[in-house]
């Protein structure tokens, strides 16, 4: 994908695009490769061409965000996801430009650090977890409740994926030599 990206650009996108309409048309569930494959892109093309949004790009994605809220349109889920997911990544990319503090920056240094751990088991985890519910039967303080042990569970097994990782990592380095 980064050959793509920084090679054939245009081409990767239209290839994108098909795969995602196709997976869509086809019933792909919000966790396939291609309903997904938008929004990790979109990150790749955002590093490599925009780097910084600007407060006009800030703007309407905050719009978008806002008012799928505020009106909870009722169509495809997996469409809903990839849009949202885009526009809350622009808006928090703008956010974090204005948090270029200290403290901050430490946060956000373990935060990344764990990033793509979190990144690798989020989806099965979720899954797991809420297919043990009835989502349309939970009050709101439950469905709040049920978010926070998802984190809880995320970050502990994020923690373990990176560590054993490494320790992983280490062994093949020694045996390697």
Known sequence: ?????????????????????????????????????????????FIKFIKKPNLKMALISLVIVVINTLVKPD????????????????CLAYVSELLQFDIIQKICKV????????????????????EKFNLDNITMGQNYLL????????????????HVNDKVVQLLKKEAK
Do not use: W
Not at 75 to 89: D, E, P
Not at 111 to 130: A, D, Q, T
């Open 1 to 45: 994908m980064r050959k793509g990206v920084n090679e054939y650009p245009l081409l990767l996108a239209i290839i994108t695009a098909v795969l995602y309409i196709l997976s869509i048309v086809l019933g792909a569930k919000d966790v396939s490769l291609f309903v997904k494959l938008p929004e990790f892109l979109f990150g790749m093309y």
């Open 75 to 90: 169509f495809i889920s997996v469409v809903q996801c990839t849009y949202v997911g885009i526009a809350s990544f622009v």
């Open 111 to 130: 935060i990344c650090k764990y990033s793509y751990p979190c990144f690798i088991v989020h989806h099965f985890i979720i899954y797991r977890m809420v």
């Open 147 to 162: 978010f926070a042990c998802c984190i809880v569970v995320i970050a502990v097994f994020s923690y373990l994926l990176l």
